[in-house]
Structure formats: C-alpha cells, structure tokens
C-alpha cells in the first residue's frame, strides 16, 4: 500500500467534511442544546426543577414506569419468540420452515402507520374479529386497544422479524459439524443446546435485546394509536408536554431522560462486543 | 502536515458550529414562516405603482383535513374570477400536526417585529383569537378593519364572539351531540337527563381528550362553565379555576359509564376518535362538530338517520370563524376583496357545499339545495367560550384529574 501523504490526509479529511459538519450541526449541537435546556428555566435561569418534577410528579413517575415494563415486556417476549422461531428455521428443513424463513421478514416492510391501522382493524372492539365472531352469534371482544396489551402485541409485531433476523444470522453461523459431534459423543439435544447453541449465540440475543430496547422506550406512532389515556408512554408525554403545554425545559429534561434511558442499553451493546473479542482470543 | 490537519479541524469545528447555531435557533424562534413566505410576499412589495399585476395575499389557517379542502376551493374560485384584485395563496396547519404553532408562529413573528413574515390574512375560530393575542401579549396583534372596503358585510347576520372591529365572520360551526336515532329514540334533553342516560347506559357515550379535538374540548369546557356566571365563559382570568370544582366532579361522576374497551374507560385522541366510535356502532352518543357529522351523512359513513341535538339548559359552545388581518401582514389593503369574496352568496355557497359551514348570511340569498341542512344551526344562539390561555390550563387539568382516573 502506498505511503499516505499530506495531500491523501487532505482528501481523507475533505471527504469527510460535509458528514462531520452535518452530524456536528443537526445530532450534537442540538443535544448539547437540549442539555443545557434542560437544566434552565422558563427565565433562562439555572435550575434542577425540571429533573425534581419528573422524578417526583405522580404522572411522570406512572410514565416512566410504565414506558420502562411495557419496553421490557416488549423486549422479554419478542426475543424468546425470535429465539424459538430461528431455532426451528436453523434445524428445521421442511418445506414449511423454508416457506417461514422467506416470509417471515415480510412485516419489516409494511410501513409503521399502515401496519398499526391494519390491526387496530382487525382487533378493535368492532373490528373484523368481532364482525366475524357476530356471524356465530357471539359477540367477542378483543379488548386489545387503548391499553398496555396492544402496544406490547403491536410492538412484537415489528421487532419479532428484527430480532429473528439478527439471531437467525448468529445460529446459521454455528457449523452444524459442532452440533453433530456433540451429538456423536452422546450429548442430549437439550445439553448441546444449552452447553453449545445458547453460549454460540448469546452475545447476538443480547444485541438483538439492546435494538429492541432503544426503539421501544422512545416510540411514538404505536402507543399514540393504540396506549391508553394514563398512563402514556413517555415519546407520547414529550409530545404533550412540548406541543400541546409547550413546556420547551421540561420537554428538554425528558428528551435526556429517555437519552440517559437509551445509553443504558448502549452500554450493554458495546461491553458485549467487547467481550466477544476476548472470547474470541481465548480460542 | 500536523499543523495544516489541526487548522481544516478548527476550520470545520467553527463550520459545523456555525451551521449548528443556525439551524435550531431558527426553530426555537420562527419556523417556516420567515423563509417560506419571502417569495410570497415579494410580489406586493416591488410592484407598488400602476403595474396592473395584483398583489399576493397569503391566508393562514389551521383545522382538520375539511377547512384545507375548503380553502383550496374558495381560493381556486377566487383566484379564477377576473375581478379579484389580489392573488390568494394557502399557508394551512394541519390541526395535530403542529396547531399550536400558528398562534406560537405569529407571537414569535410580533414579539420579534417582522413585518414581512406573510401572515397577511388569518382564518380562526372567534373563540380562540384570544389565546393569539394572549401569546403575543398585545391587542395590536390584529388591525381594525376598514369596513367601507367590504361592502358585503352589510350582508353579515351575526355578531362576532371577539372584538367586532377587528374581525369578519363568514362561517359558524357548534360542537353539537350526534346520535342514532334508531338506536336511541328518546334522547335526553337535559344535562341532569344527560347524565342519567350515561349512567343508564354504561359504555355508550364517549368524548375525546380535550386536548386533541375541539369537540371533546367543547364539551369539557360546556360542563365546566354551564353554571358559571355568564362573564367567566369569555374571560382569560385565573381566578375561575377556583370555580371548576363542581365541573370537574361531574367529569369524575360519568367517568365510569363511558366507553370502555379491555376493561378500562378509554377517552379517544381526536374529534375523529369518537366520530369512528359512533360509525363502528361502539358507543351511541357523542358530542361532535356539526360540520364533521353533516360531511359523514353525506358520504355515507354515517346513516341518515343520524341526528343532532342540543341540551336546552346549556348548548355545547360554537364560534363564529372569522378573518382577522394581523397587524404584521404586508399588505391589509389586499386582503378586504377576498374576505368580501367569502362573505358573498357565492363565498358561502362554496363554505355551505364544501364543509356544511353555517352561513353568516341570510340563508335564503345562498342558491343550494343542502342549505336546509344547516337551518336549525342558528349562530346567534351559539353558546360561546372563549378562554384564551386559560383553556390551556383547562385541558392540563383535565389530563391531570381526569385522564388518571383508575
């Protein structure tokens, strides 16, 4: 390779200009702007009452609460889902597995608005399954809308076919020459699953879990279609405080709330890529 | 080498700096507007003298998916007739999308003394003028009209909610209770009625969050302010939060005999929340804008045996929508031909037909045949409210007590 030279590092850098003057003016000044926001008043002053309120307001507490299991229960359910359905695409060669395996990411491509008012279609209160349910002289009610249920049933709905992606990549990366020679030696299938299938994929479930967590404790479209009045999520609460009472401080301390919120979950991104390569060394 | 590479970061440093103070300070302050209508208010400024081109008039409203249709319309219309003297242009606000900003755009724009900013001629519910003027924090955010240059409001039946100099009404539309016929025959007539029916019939009435619609709205603020003295309906005076009390423990009383779904009392988003609940059968009774249950008997979402009603103790508030010239337009000479336009037989023709608006004139000089439709919406008796800033804290307030309701 050629040596690098002034005028190579001048074209390195040019090229790398208009990205760096982008994400400098439209991610980080504006984050650098929200934090200081967040920590004024109405006034301009300096001051902690933002932060106070949010953690000591019986609503924002109920929010934050609720955005925090309704994320989690997301996460909990669409990985053990993903899990179970890549492992039957993985060790399953029927027509139907392959059938599954080409369809399965077909939700990803329904656009987030249309997909949400398919189901609410289907599973409102007079939706297509109670017209149905009608034909049969009953009267059955999903009861799935306008509360905690719907989003977690609407979220798997988008993050099932995400997370099955991720894991389905890390299991057909495992040679199948593994799983037959534990198998030779004797292993039962479930001592070759949790001693060689589970610590192979591990670190891609807890990616996947880290993916699925960011884009659910901020979503928006989904719990303001189908959530409940109280309490809300808090994208849906930020979007009260900052449109609807224009509460710009406050709005400011909650966007670093979901911030600080969504770096949790970073932190486990990245300490988990870490660790992979030290794993990796000790092979 | 080093020293040139330190120098294109300090250089790119300053740049992105730069292009970020731009762009956020820019949103904090005026969106769109100040860009946006440069070019459209270019056209009056450089052609002051003889020159026979006619002068651009920016017209900015905010409102559901039907004022947008109308004014598309009425301007197409306007536009279209050799005698107009001005060329009409649409700035609309999508309610939902940003509605507060309109009146937030026009405060920024006059507390920051733009005058070129393009809010030439404004649309807006008589009842909500005053949180404009609230927000800008100045009686002067709207001219006093030159009526001599509109000689169609010599036409104008009906008074306006807000000051009268400033503003022209050319529409009225009342937030009303729709309901089935069918499915309920003898529907109450009064609040306590009102309040026994829903009580009678857990599940089957409805309203949607008053922040969200202006039908939910009306209807929160109508029970709040029933029995309150007459002065505090149009008053942005703290002190009648006091007064709430009474309002706010009906509101607490109901709660349990709305509509529920998955075992829970659920209060829709948006005016088209409850109107969905009323097409799909869920609930049978629900206040609603008059114009929005016309348009959906008309389209046929609705069945015609839909009805109207109002309560004879207290009606659910209505308003007058006006056209009020903002003391920071370019050009308010411009602006008194088109709202003449709109205040015509023919102007209303097009509200009548379009939206089911209720006339401000008398209803006989409009040639249409859905005119009978609006007949029994008599704007006179509207019942007004108008709270300025003060319906912002009605709508927190709500969400606080109401809305958390176990």
């Not at chain 1, 997909?115 to 059955?140: C, K, P």
């Not at chain 1, 890390?170 to 299938?189: F, M, Q, T, Y």
């Not at chain 2, 242009?89 to 999508?94: R, T």
């Amino acid at each position: 390779m050629q040596k690098r030279t002034w005028k190579t590092n001048l074209f390195i850098v040019l090229m790398l200009l208009p990205a760096l003057v982008l994400s400098l003016g439209i991610i980080a000044y504006p984050m650098l702007n929200t934090l200081v926001k967040s920590f004024r008043d109405a006034e301009g002053a300096f001051t902690l009452e933002n932060y106070r309120f949010l953690f000591t307001d019986k609503i924002a507490l109920d929010n934050i609460w609720f955005t925090f299991w309704v994320t989690a229960a997301t996460v909990l359910l669409a990985i053990a889902f993903a899990y179970v359905l890549s492992l039957y695409l993985r060790f399953s060669e029927g027509k139907i597995s392959r059938l599954i395996g080409s369809l399965y990411l077909l939700p990803r491509f329904v656009p987030t608005l249309v997909a949400i008012y398919a189901m609410m279609t289907v599973v409102r209160d007079s939706g297509f399954l109670n017209r149905v349910s009608q034909l049969f002289g009953a009267s059955f009610k999903p009861g799935l809308l306008f509360n905690p249920k719907g989003i977690i049933m609407m979220n798997l709905w988008f993050n099932i076919p995400f997370a099955a992606m991720i894991v389905s990549a890390s299991l057909s990366a495992i040679p199948n020459s593994v799983v037959e020679s534990a198998r030779d030696v004797g292993a039962h299938k479930l001592s070759v699953f949790f001693r060689m299938i589970l610590p192979l994929s591990i670190k891609d479930v807890l990616i996947a879990m880290t993916f699925v967590f960011m884009s659910n404790i901020s979503s928006f479209t989904t719990p303001y279609l189908i959530g409940p009045n109280h309490p809300m999520m808090l994208g849906v609460y930020l979007r009260r405080q900052f449109s609807t009472y224009m509460n710009y401080e406050l709005s400011a301390a909650l966007s670093v709330v979901i911030f600080l919120f969504s770096s949790v979950s970073a932190v486990v991104y990245l300490y988990t890529n870490l660790k992979q390569k030290e794993w990796e060394k000790v092979n | 080498m080093k020293r040139l590479l330190s120098l294109t970061m300090v250089l790119f440093l300053a740049l992105g700096l730069l292009a970020g103070c731009g762009t956020p300070a820019a949103e904090e302050t005026t969106p769109p507007p100040t860009e946006q209508p440069q070019q459209q208010t270019a056209a009056p400024v450089e052609t002051a003298p003889p020159v026979v081109e006619k002068p651009t008039v920016t017209l900015w409203t905010t409102g559901s998916q039907n004022l947008s249709d109308l004014f598309a319309k009425a301007i197409e219309a306007y536009n279209a007739r050799p005698e107009s003297t001005a060329v009409m242009e649409l700035q609309f606000i999508m309610s939902g999308t940003g509605e507060a900003t309109l009146s937030d755009r026009m405060a920024a724009a006059y507390k920051t003394s733009q005058t070129d900013a393009g809010f030439d001629l404004i649309a807006e519910n008589s009842t909500a003028l005053q949180g404009y003027v609230d927000a800008a924090g100045s009686d002067d955010l709207f001219v006093k009209m030159d009526f001599s240059k509109i000689p169609n409001y010599n036409n104008v039946l009906i008074k306006s909610a807000f000051d009268n100099e400033k503003v022209v009404p050319y529409r009225g539309t009342t937030v009303v209770f729709a309901y089935d016929t069918e499915r309920v025959p003898s529907p109450p007539t009064t609040w306590a009625e009102l309040t026994q029916w829903i009580k009678d019939h857990p599940g089957r009435f409805a309203y949607n969050v008053p922040s969200t619609g202006g039908a939910g709205g009306g209807f929160v603020s109508t029970a709040v302010y029933k029995d309150m003295p007459v002065e505090a309906k149009t008053s942005n005076d703290e002190k009648w939060m006091a007064e709430w009390t009474a309002g706010f423990n009906w509101l607490t009383e109901i709660h349990p005999y709305l509509y529920q779904s998955g075992g829970a009392v659920v209060y829709p988003n948006k005016n088209q929340g409850t109107l969905d609940l009323l097409i799909n059968k869920e609930v049978d009774i629900i206040p609603a804008w008059a114009d929005q249950i016309l348009t959906n008997v008309a389209s046929g979402t609705l069945p015609a045996t839909t009805a109207m009603m109002q309560l004879g103790d207290a009606s659910l508030n209505g308003t007058d929508v006006v056209f009020a010239i903002p003391s920071i337009g370019a050009n308010a000479e411009a602006c008194y031909d088109f709202i003449n336009f709109m205040i015509s037989p023919e102007g209303q023709k097009i509200c009548l037909e379009t939206i089911y608006a209720v006339p401000v004139i008398d209803p006989a000089a409009i040639d249409s045949d859905v005119v009978e439709k609006v007949l029994g919406l008599d704007v006179s008796k509207f019942s007004v409210i108008s709270l300025g800033d003060l319906g912002k804290k009605l709508n927190e307030k709500w969400d606080a007590e109401i809305a958390t309701i176990k």
